[in-house]
Structure formats: structure tokens, C-alpha cells
């Protein structure tokens, strides 16, 4: 067999990670397996994969290889060890949180929520007996005041949408730390072409497959990507799940069973409780659609976040604009942070106010003809939406303004259309309100 290929690089492991040309077929480009199911060698070989005494297909709902190709794409991007694909940003959001939070137990989360995000752990988890205990990513030290024996994990983003603050990412991982607590962080605003949080502390990453690394709007999927760097086996007591017998694979102990291939009984574990019991499995079609995107994530990220920089600098300029808010600005107050963490560019996301407040700003929305008024980010193509009315409405106004929601704010993912004809049609739409 072949040498394998050195893949360093993140273009080069964009287009080739997590794929290598199969003997039979020779197809280059990531074939869609459309099954429901896979065949056995023989009896053995079925007990054996469901007994996870070997690793392989069983069943699309468990594992697919069109989708294994895309968790190891991500995973070698993130710099994780294992990645466990998702059927949308939020499947992979709650199976994060809820494979190591249960019932009477609670986690920590920074305040600059997506709004769907927010629902979930204020709402949603609540009902399942799990408490969300929120702390300004701004002030890492808050943390040490919220955690207690019951407290699992610590969550943020890596830029608050739609708030698109930087938190200290490794501040915030080393509190998690201290208290011998996971680091959770959700990488959809950034993508791994600008920012890697396992480099900054970050122990599971999480992302929204729908936003930049699928990049054209056309699936949604989730992604999980386990470090494999939180040792789990240090605190027995502390971590059942993993160092404790489990009845439904006939008291095997993960940590000990997955010894010989590497620390990931968090993926693993994920993959064969969480994921096969609930069924929200990611499909093929959308795991091959989300490998036609990532193989030009660098390339579209650069776009993006030139792109907006400039398009940041106009608005502000502009007389009919109150405030501009993106992290690339050197008058953001989380410029230092963003150039930290993600030096090569600051993204395509960025919230503004119009004079006239919140009717000027719905009046900017009604008005554009090539932007599109929609519910999404990291689109190759331009977006806008009103968040008060729409994404963050479930929020009341302080939950709103924590948030970074103003009546009047305006958030927008710039893709990369032409800059003039993004500014003339911004242009209209501020002179029309």
C-alpha cells in the first residue's frame, strides 16, 4: 500500500482529508452511498460491530461512508481526533451538550447566543431537568462564581451571533479547566479556516455544517468534533458515561474498551447512545453536498471576510448608518481578541444600526433587491434579517440586548458579490427608508 500523502495544509486537507480512491470503482471525487444498510461477512462479523469489539457499517443511522468522510474532513480541519456528522446545527448542539449532562445537572454558557441556541438551553433543556447558568464571555473569571458538583461543561461561541463579540478563548479554557470541566465551542461563525479553538483549550467543537463549511445554502447538518485531549479517565467518578459499566452494551467500560484507539470515548459514545438512539442522523445527499463546499472553505472564507472588511468601512462611513459592528474594525472592542484568534480574517458577519431606528431598518430590509432577507449565515451570497423580529424574538428585550440585539440592529452576512453592487444596492435601500 501507498505511502499516505502529507497533508498539512488546510487547502490540501480540504479537498482530500477523510477520502482515499477506493480499489473497485477509482471514483476521485466522494462517492454518495445511498443505503439504508450494510451487508456482514458472517455472523461474527455482525456480533462483532455491535458489540464494538470492530469498528465498520452497520446501518445509515449510525454510519454512512459519504458522511465518515465528512467527520473526518472536519476533524482533520478542527484539529480533532474524531468528528460525529449531525442532521442540523441543533442535533449536534444538544448531543454535545447531552451526552455529559443529565437530569440534575447543569453546564455553563456565555450569554452571546444564537438565538436558537438560546432557546435550547434556556428553554428546551430545562424541561429536561438541565440548568443553563449564563456568564459574560467578556469576564472569564465570572465562571468560578456559576460551577458547582453538579456542573458539566462550559460552552461559548467562538464569535457571539449576533452580538459578534470575541471572547479570550483560551481564558475561558483555562477557567474550564480549573474546575476540571470540558470546553465547548461552537466554530459555525468562524469556520477552521480562520479560527481553530482546540489550538486555544478547546476540548469539542461544534458546528452548524448549514452555515460556512457547507457555504451555499442548500442543506442543513451538524457537525461534533471530540479533541480527544480531555481525559476523561482522570476523574472515574466524575464521568460514568464513559469510565463506569454500560448497560446498554452489556457493562462495557469505554474508556477501557477504546484504549487502543485513542481517547475518544466521548465520540464514540456519543455516536452509539445519543446519536443511535435518537435517530438524528445527517444523510448521505447532504454529507456529500457539505464535501463540495469545504473543498473550497479557504478560498471562500478569505472571500468573505475581505469582503466584508470593506464593506464594514463603507457602512461606516455612510451617512445614513449609525453604528457598524464587526470584529475586524479596529474600533471593536474585541479587535485584539479577533486578530488573536483569527488573524487570517474576521469573517462575513457583522450587525449594524440605521438612523431612524427600528423602522429605518425594516424599511432597509423591505428594500433590497440583490440582498436576500433570509434566516441563514455563510451563504456565498449576501444575507440580511432584522434579529428582534425574527431569530432572537423568542428573547425579551433584555434577554435581546444581552444578546447584542438592539430594536434596530441589522445583521448581515456578506457573501462576495461584486463590491460596488453590494454597495449600490445598500446604497438604495438606506436612501429608499
Not at 235 to 246: L, M, R, V
Not at 382 to 387: S, Y
Not at 426 to 432: G, M, N, P, S, V
Amino acid at each position: 500500500m501507498a505511502d499516505e500523502p502529507q497533508m498539512k495544509g488546510m487547502s490540501t486537507r480540504s479537498l482530500h482529508a477523510g477520502h482515499a480512491v477506493d480499489d473497485e470503482h477509482k471514483s476521485r471525487a466522494v462517492p454518495i452511498y445511498a443505503t439504508s444498510s450494510f451487508t456482514f461477512d458472517n455472523t461474527q462479523h455482525a456480533a462483532d460491530l455491535f458489540n464494538l469489539r470492530q469498528f465498520g457499517n452497520i446501518y445509515s443511522r449510525l454510519m454512512n461512508p459519504t458522511v465518515d468522510v465528512l467527520e473526518k474532513r472536519v476533524a482533520s480541519l478542527e484539529g480533532g481526533a474524531a468528528g460525529l456528522g449531525f442532521a442540523s446545527g441543533m442535533a449536534a448542539i444538544q448531543a454535545a451538550i447531552c451526552t455529559i449532562c443529565h437530569a440534575g445537572q447543569n453546564f455553563v454558557s456565555g450569554t452571546s447566543l444564537y438565538g436558537g441556541t438560546h432557546s435550547l438551553f434556556t428553554h428546551t433543556l430545562k424541561q429536561l431537568g438541565i440548568e443553563v447558568r449564563y456568564f459574560d464571555p467578556a469576564d472569564p473569571a465570572s465562571i468560578d462564581g456559576l460551577v458547582d458538583e453538579n456542573t458539566r461543561l462550559v460552552y461559548a461561541e467562538t464569535i457571539g451571533n449576533p452580538k459578534w463579540d470575541v471572547p479570550d478563548l483560551a481564558a475561558i479554557a483555562d477557567k474550564a479547566h480549573a474546575h476540571k470541566l470540558p470546553f465547548v465551542v461552537d466554530n459555525t461563525s468562524a469556520s477552521p479556516a480562520l479560527c481553530r479553538p482546540i489550538e486555544h483549550g478547546a476540548d469539542v467543537v461544534v458546528h452548524s455544517t448549514t452555515k460556512y463549511l457547507g457555504g451555499h445554502g442548500v442543506h442543513v447538518g451538524g457537525m461534533v468534533i471530540d479533541s480527544a485531549n480531555f481525559k476523561w479517565a482522570d476523574d472515574p467518578d466524575k464521568w460514568p458515561e464513559f469510565c463506569a459499566p454500560n448497560d446498554a452494551y452489556h457493562g462495557m467500560v469505554f474508556e477501557e474498551a477504546l484504549r487502543g484507539v485513542g481517547n475518544v470515548a466521548y465520540a464514540i459514545h456519543m455516536r452509539t447512545n445519543w446519536l443511535r438512539d435518537t435517530g438524528a442522523a445527517m444523510s448521505p445527499f447532504a454529507a456529500f453536498l457539505f464535501i463540495q463546499g469545504i473543498e473550497t472553505l479557504p478560498l471562500r472564507m478569505k472571500a468573505h471576510s475581505e469582503n466584508a472588511m470593506r464593506i464594514a468601512g463603507w457602512l461606516h462611513e455612510h451617512d445614513a448608518v449609525e453604528w457598524v459592528n464587526y470584529p475586524g474594525l479596529p474600533s471593536h472592542k474585541d479587535y485584539a481578541n479577533a486578530k488573536k484568534y483569527m488573524p487570517d480574517g474576521q469573517g462575513g458577519l457583522m450587525t449594524f444600526g440605521v438612523k431612524g431606528g427600528k423602522a429605518a431598518g425594516e424599511a432597509l430590509v423591505n428594500n433590497v433587491k440583490l440582498i436576500s432577507h433570509l434566516a441563514n449565515i455563510g451563504d456565498a451570497k449576501t444575507l440580511v434579517i432584522h434579529p428582534a423580529s425574527t431569530t432572537h424574538a423568542q428573547l425579551n428585550e433584555d434577554a435581546q440586548r444581552a444578546a447584542g440585539v438592539a430594536p434596530e440592529t441589522l445583521r448581515l452576512s456578506v457573501g462576495y458579490e461584486d463590491f460596488d453592487d453590494l454597495t449600490a444596492d445598500l446604497d438604495q435601500a438606506l436612501r429608499a427608508g
